[in-house]
């Protein structure tokens, strides 16, 4: 064998896995058994070569689309109680529960069509009454026929009845239905040319037996959807280990798609990407078939998959983070930089402790109740925290400012709260912080990906911000003389200036580098300066939650009926209404407004590029 391995290009990025580029080249006779070890391993993400799927593999998606949403919709119907009536033999395959769970659905399909054509006839007969179709035929064998008409309710003429042998039925819908009995050859078609009269002709079944049909078909439908529950009780897992079979058989397809033929179809050459911790295995595994492969780091420009390592905090918060999109091979995982921010920012916005403290429990019920959620409801608990934190900081729980509760043990915590006035200079302060600290990482994402020269402009920047706040505050404190304060404001000014203006570009002149630092000038003054302003929505949202709170308690308190029973039960039901409704649009806007300020001011000052795609290697489908 020959075993290639270039390792000369620099490893990954912090807090993402580092990916190693693989070719293979296996003899074809032995290509199904080299996919098939390939597969347990479970490692190897393969490049995608051929975008266009085959007719085939189009197919195969639909048909494990249309499964899945029918596990979804079995999964609903499931029932937790085992009641051992199972409605197929336990150890029936997925493809047989599928075609008989498909073959009830189109009985049922089929019943409701009889059931909406039911109901068409029953409400065409129910103005007339149960009458007797075969009394009709009878009266009909003597020589008198009787028609049915109808007309609108206000166009009914009861002298018609002077004329006619008329009986008026009902009024129904805003139509007069009447019937006239018509003897041998008596002319009543002065009455039928009437315009405003209409002449219909009544189904052959009565009203009762429509209603009796209608029942039974009815009942048929519940049994077969009982039989529908009964196999989402007792055989879903069937299904749900034939979508991993057809999830497997796709994957199969997709590999030998990206398959390249090579040597007159004699060898074939398969690519892809490996997390350099997982190559240990396979590097065995070749060695000891003697297959032929090379081994290198991946080029910048190429796109590689992206596997992110994060601790057991940050890892919740990679749900957030992909809302987005994920970093490219080149760049810095941002979700450990950001999720303290997002926590924070969280917190302040919905800022009421008893808010925090329900969303902390209801996470925490739900973990035990819902395991797959479990990632979610930890990210729900770490928010609920810090709401709690924030609410006990700005002295707000449920609705109640506790600034102006006299309650003797709150007395000491009173000097720590903060007023309005404080939260939005902290709002502010925030948005400085996580603003300067993206600068930051915009400067290592560009020393990393292009070289510590073209951080040059941005850390001027930093120099700048950093340099003249500094010297501002320490002005003020009377650190030093006015004259040493002005000295080192000009030098901060002239070595950020330079950076700015004329280091910002290794490739370009001066000249063209002053030009484009004039403009990157314009830009930074204006964009720092709307980032900044984004950060008061902070201090919107904590206000805003905390005035509905109290509005909502301010109406219960003043709705409540002056009544020992009913004044309790209508201030509750106010309270619980009223906070409720709170706490949904609070925690929607808590949720929402502190990602905006993520991916907009955060991971725009932070010179987030992204792009990248989801590591997701070739593996067996474990059965459920």
């Known amino acids: 064998s020959k075993n290639c391995e270039n390792t000369t290009r620099r490893g990954g990025t912090s807090m993402i896995v580092p990916m190693m580029k693989y070719s293979f080249l296996v003899y074809h006779a032995d290509y199904a058994t080299f996919l098939s070890e390939i597969k347990k391993m479970g490692v190897l993400h393969i490049q995608t070569k051929q975008n266009e799927q085959s007719a085939e593999i189009q197919d195969k998606y639909r048909s494990l689309t249309d499964l899945f949403k029918t596990i979804r919709s079995l999964e609903e119907r499931k ?77 009914y003429n009861p002298e018609w009845e002077q004329v006619y042998c008329i009986e008026h039925i009902s009024n129904h819908a805003g139509f007069s239905h009447f019937i006239v009995c018509q003897q041998h050859d008596e002319d009543i078609s002065e009455l039928l040319s009437l315009v405003d009269v209409d002449e219909i ?60 033929k090579t040597v007159d179809n004699y060898v074939m050459l398969i690519e892809g990407y490996i997390p350099e911790p997982k190559t ?21 420009e190429e796109k590689v998959p992206v596997l992110l390592k994060n601790n057991r905090f940050t890892k919740v918060f990679e749900f957030i983070g992909s809302l987005y999109e994920l970093p490219n091979h080149k760049e810095l995982d941002l979700t450990p930089f950001f999720a303290p921010f997002y926590m924070l920012f969280f917190g302040f916005a919905l800022g009421d402790a008893g808010y925090g403290l329900l969303i902390v429990i209801a996470a925490t019920v739900l973990k035990f109740k819902k395991p797959a959620m479990k990632g979610i409801l930890t990210l ?17 729980l449920f609705g109640i400012n506790l600034m102006n509760v006299d309650i003797a043990w709150l007395q000491n915590a009173k000097q720590y709260m903060i007023n309005t006035d404080k939260m ?30 073209y951080a040059y402009s941005t850390i001027g920047w930093l120099i700048l911000i ?25 030098g901060v000014l002239s070595i950020s200036g330079a950076l700015i203006l004329l280091f910002n570009n290794p490739k370009r002149n001066i000249l063209m580098n002053f030009l484009a630092g004039l403009w990157d000038v314009y830009g930074m003054l204006t964009g720092l300066i709307g980032d900044l302003l984004s950060y008061i929505r902070l201090f919107a949202l904590g206000v805003s939650s905390a ?39 609070s925690a929607l806007g808590a949720f929402v407004h502190p990602i905006r300020l993520t991916f907009v001011e955060f991971y725009k000052n932070a010179g987030f590029v992204g792009g990248g795609k989801a590591y997701k290697p070739f593996a067996e489908k474990k059965e459920n």
Not at 226 to 239: C, E, K, N, R, S
Not at 471 to 483: K, V
């Open 466 to 490: 950093i340099g003249l706040g500094a010297n501002y505050f320490l002005t003020q404190l009377q650190a030093y003389t006015p004259q040493s304060s002005t000295y080192i404001q000009y």
């Open 547 to 585: 005035i509905l709170g109290f509005v909502f308690n301010e109406l219960a308190m003043s709705l409540r009926p002056d009544n020992i029973i009913l004044g309790p039960i209508v201030m509750i039901i106010i309270l619980v209404l009223g906070h409720g409704m709170t706490i949904f649009m």
């Open 79 to 155: 029932q937790a109680d085992d009641d051992g009536n199972a409605l197929l033999d336990e150890s029936i395959s997925g493809e047989e529960v599928l075609e008989k769970l498909r073959a009830i659905e189109k009985e049922i399909e089929h019943k409701n069509h009889q059931l909406s054509s039911l109901e068409k006839e029953i409400q065409q007969l129910y103005p007339w009454g149960d009458f007797s179709a075969l009394l009709i035929k009878e009266i009909a064998s003597i020589g008198v026929t009787i028609r049915f008409l109808i007309c609108k309710e206000k166009k």
């Open 201 to 260: 002709t009544i189904p052959t079944i009565t009203l009762s037996e429509a209603e009796a049909k209608q029942r039974v078909v009815q009942e048929e439908i519940n049994s077969l959807q009982q039989q529908i529950t009964a196999i989402a009780t007792h055989h879903l897992m069937a299904l749900k280990n034939l979508q991993n079979t057809w999830e497997s058989a796709i994957a199969d397809s997709n590999a030998y798609l990206q398959t390249e």
């Open 280 to 300: 240990e295995e396979l590097h065995a595994y070749l060695a000891m078939h003697d297959i032929v492969y090379t081994a290198e780091k991946p080029l910048d």
């Open 380 to 396: 729900a608990q770490f928010l609920g925290i810090s709401t709690v934190i924030f609410g006990a900081l700005t002295g707000t």
């Open 424 to 453: 939005f200079t902290l709002a502010l302060a925030l948005g400085t912080i996580q603003i300067l600290f993206g600068m930051v990482l915009k400067v290592v994402n560009l020393s990393m990906a292009k070289g510590f020269a």
